[in-house]
């Protein structure tokens, strides 16, 4: 065998080191979900699964958000808007056409992933800010369109709209009608996106991606088609936030127009980069602290708007000092802690997802 | 024509509203490199400061004046003590740290003084003049006057005086500017100051005409951000017309049948329709 020379050695090991660490973060999500989805069912009442089913279809959703800040340093703020493209799309199949609900979700996921490459195509001549103003003003024009067409609830003609008692609930998958069994499905489909995300992060994508991000013109000259994947991101956040406008049309049975603000897009962005957008933990905490902190503040009589404030700061703090979010603090401390254990030091700067 | 007449008028009401609040975030933006989405939120806590002020049965330039000092004040301290630590970073970055700002400020109205909605009644609001057939309320007027009175100053102040000069140096290029000694700290304070007072001056305004909701007034900035993004992000005349031409289209679009239902839509299509027939965005981002 021929010996490499020092340098290109050094690089080959070290290539394997950050291969073999991004394999185990990938198992350890694929366990920590599957764990999750067994789990959770199991230990929480029924206030509380379906407020999880909420925070796991929001945090499919932010999995899109996190993609587009973390790998390209792009500002969508219609992700929320694209959660409603989704969730409109599979109640109306699954009213109208009756499909199945795997079915449902996966149209639900193209309906949002062609309008989330639309949106992006305008934006796609300008940089940074101008995105973020053009998502902002289409989350706005979706807001009054969904507040005056409303979601289909089983009704007749194209909207789908019934009146009064006639309105029914979404059909949920045959394996999982209990709402227990509900949250397990959710779950999967948490995971199998997230999978789907990080798949694309370590392949061809995300290698156009790293290179986009460094600079167009550098992407350029690597024979990077920036225009193709700028728009292949646009068009995977847009899947991601529409399986999770499905996922929340099947756990709720019923969407309602007025939830769907472009105020509700800003917040789930500004949750993003507060939960972490470089690693699937941050998604998993974003999904929490859109659902689950208000509902938990609820339980102990604690005044919702406190929690605002305190996403506010924290936004602050992650943009200023804290740029891998609430996700990055606890790998740094879980990664700190075992380095104690073990009894070495940590390298200061390193990152550790 | 005269059945437009009304909604002509309360078009330019609020139209009116729509270009002060595009003046405050363009006046900001062309200085610092910021575009402030806090910016709602400074004017709903100012209404806020206003309603209280005038509940405890203090006068109407008291209510004015608390809500205005209220929205430059922490628009100040924003601007003086968290916008500087991320001076360094992209204008995309700097304008995503204010939703900070305004995600703090809307929890706090809403925790202190409750999420139901209130109206603001200002004394004018019982005084007016009534011009075929419409009833203009001296708030009304008032509002038209400052905003135009506040445009025009704010307009005078960047071609005729020597902060004015310097605003438009750091809006050109910061580091150059600072290389040939403009204090940047210095004009980037102004900048914030007079961001707060158009806010508070918008929030009191759109309390009044609207209603008092620090969830609604935080996010009804949207509107005014189109108006801003049809003035290019620079042009203040630009951004004048834009939000009234906003104000009066969304008006009148009420009259157009089957359409009333998402007239308050045009801002955000109108805004997109600009970006997409802008012949070159790139410099603007």
Redesign the interface.
């Known amino acids: 065998m021929t010996e490499l020379p020092p340098l290109k050695a050094d690089l080959a090991l070290r290539l394997r080191s950050v291969r073999r660490l991004r394999l185990r973060s990938l198992w350890q999500m694929l366990l920590v979900l599957f764990a999750l989805a067994l789990l959770l069912p199991l230990c929480a009442n029924g206030y509380w699964i379906k407020t999880l089913v909420s925070a796991a279809a929001i945090a499919t959703a932010v999995s899109g958000s996190a993609l587009l800040y973390g790998q390209l340093?792009l500002?969508s703020l219609c992700q929320y808007a694209l959660v409603g493209v989704g969730g409109w799309t599979a109640l109306r199949l699954s009213h109208g056409l009756h499909w199945p609900f795997e079915l449902c979700v996966l149209a639900a996921g193209i309906a949002a992933s062609a309008t989330g490459m639309i949106a992006g195509l305008?934006?796609l001549?300008?940089?940074?800010?101008?995105?973020?103003?053009?998502t902002?003003?289409?989350a706005?024009?979706y807001q009054?369109?969904i507040?005056?067409m409303g979601f289909p609830d089983g009704g007749e003609g194209w909207l789908g709209r019934a009146q009064g008692t006639d309105r029914v609930l979404m059909a949920r998958p045959a394996l999982a009608e209990s709402d227990g069994g509900y949250l397990t499905y959710a779950m999967l489909w948490l995971a199998a996106i997230l999978g789907l995300v990080e798949w694309h992060k370590r392949s061809k994508p995300g290698r156009a991606w790293a290179l986009i991000r460094r600079g167009e013109a550098a992407a350029n000259a690597a024979g990077v088609d920036v225009l193709r994947y700028q728009t292949w991101a646009f068009g995977l956040a847009g899947f991601c936030a529409g399986v999770g406008g499905a996922i929340l049309a099947g756990g709720v049975g019923q969407l309602d127009g007025r939830a769907f603000?472009?105020?509700e897009s800003?917040?789930l962005?500004?949750l993003s980069?507060v939960g972490g957008v470089y690693h699937w933990l941050g998604v998993l905490l974003a999904g929490l602290l859109l659902r689950a902190v208000p509902a938990l503040l609820t339980d102990y009589g604690v005044?919702g708007?406190?929690?605002?404030?305190?996403?506010?700061?924290?936004?602050?703090h992650a943009?200023?000092?804290a740029q891998r979010g609430i996700a990055g603090q606890w790998l740094d401390g879980i990664a700190a802690l075992s380095h104690r254990l073990r009894g070495s030091r940590v390298t200061p700067g390193v990152r550790h997802d | 024509m005269l059945e437009l007449l009304p909604f002509l008028i309360s078009g330019l009401g609020v139209g009116s509203v729509y270009a002060l609040s595009g003046v405050g975030l363009v006046v900001l933006y062309r200085a610092s490199g910021v575009l402030n989405f806090a910016f709602g939120a400074l004017g709903a806590l100012g209404a806020y400061v206003a309603w209280t002020v005038l509940d405890a049965g203090l006068p109407m330039w008291a209510a004015w004046l608390a809500s205005v000092a209220t929205a430059m004040g922490l628009s100040l301290l924003y601007g003086w003590f968290i916008a500087p630590l991320l001076a360094e970073r992209d204008s995309t970055i700097r304008s995503i740290g204010t939703l900070g700002l305004a995600l703090v400020l809307m929890g706090f109205t809403e925790w202190y003084w409750g999420s139901s909605p209130r109206r603001l009644i200002l004394p004018t609001d019982a005084i007016g003049i009534d011009l075929a057939d419409v009833r203009l309320t001296g708030t009304r007027i008032i509002s038209l006057v400052v905003a135009l009175a506040m445009m025009a100053a704010i307009a005078l102040l960047l071609a005729r005086t020597r902060i004015g000069l310097k605003m438009r140096a750091l809006a050109n290029d910061r580091g150059l500017s600072a290389v040939l000694g403009v204090y940047v700290l210095r004009v980037d304070t102004v900048a914030w100051l007079l961001s707060g007072a158009f806010a508070g001056v918008s929030g009191l305004l759109l309390a009044n005409i609207v209603r008092l909701q620090a969830t609604l007034l935080t996010f009804l900035v949207i509107p005014a951000f189109a108006a801003a993004i049809l003035g290019r992000l620079h042009s203040l005349p630009a951004t004048v017309v834009a939000g009234l031409v906003i104000g009066v289209l969304e008006a009148t679009a009420i009259l157009l049948p089957g359409f009333a239902p998402f007239r308050t839509a045009v801002p955000f299509l109108l805004a997109l329709l600009a970006i997409i027939l802008f012949p070159n965005t790139q410099r603007l981002a």
């Open positions: 340093g500002v305008p934006a001549r300008m940089k940074g800010l101008y995105l973020a103003l053009v902002l003003m289409m706005g024009g009054v369109l507040s005056a603000g472009a105020s800003v917040m962005f500004a980069v005044n708007y406190l929690a605002t404030m305190f996403f506010g700061a924290s936004l602050v943009l200023t000092t």
